[in-house]
C-alpha cells in the first residue's frame, strides 16, 4: 500500500471588508509536494473573533470572486455573546503544482447566500 502525503499549508490572515461581505479570515493554501492538486478535499477549522458571527447561515466561501461550495459547520460558541468561536470548514479546490491558492471566510446577509450550496 503506498502512502500519499498531502502538503498543503494554510496560513490565517486577517480579512478587510469589501462588497456587501465582512471577510473575516483569508485562508492561503500552498501546495509543496510540486503534484497538481484537482478537486482536492479540505477540513479545516478556523478561529472566528468574538462577536462578529451568530450563525453559520451567513458564512460562505468565497475563491476567486464567486462563493464556492462549501460545508460550514459550527464547532463551538463564545461564552456570554453566543457567538460562534470555531468553524469547520469542507470543501474542494484545486492547487497548481507548487502554487498557492486563496479561500476566504466572508460574513454575508442570509439572503444574499441564498440556498447554500453544501456538498
Known sequence: MRIVACCWVFLLLAGKTTWAQQELVTLTMTERAKVARHGEWITIGV?????????????????????????ILAVSRWPGDGSLRWVHLIFQSDCPAGGTRRVTVASVSAAAIGPRGGL
Open 47 to 71: 478561529p472566528l473573533p468574538k462577536g462578529t458571527v451568530e450563525s453559520t447561515d451567513t458564512l460562505c466561501l468565497v475563491q476567486n470572486g464567486a462563493t464556492i461550495p462549501a460545508d
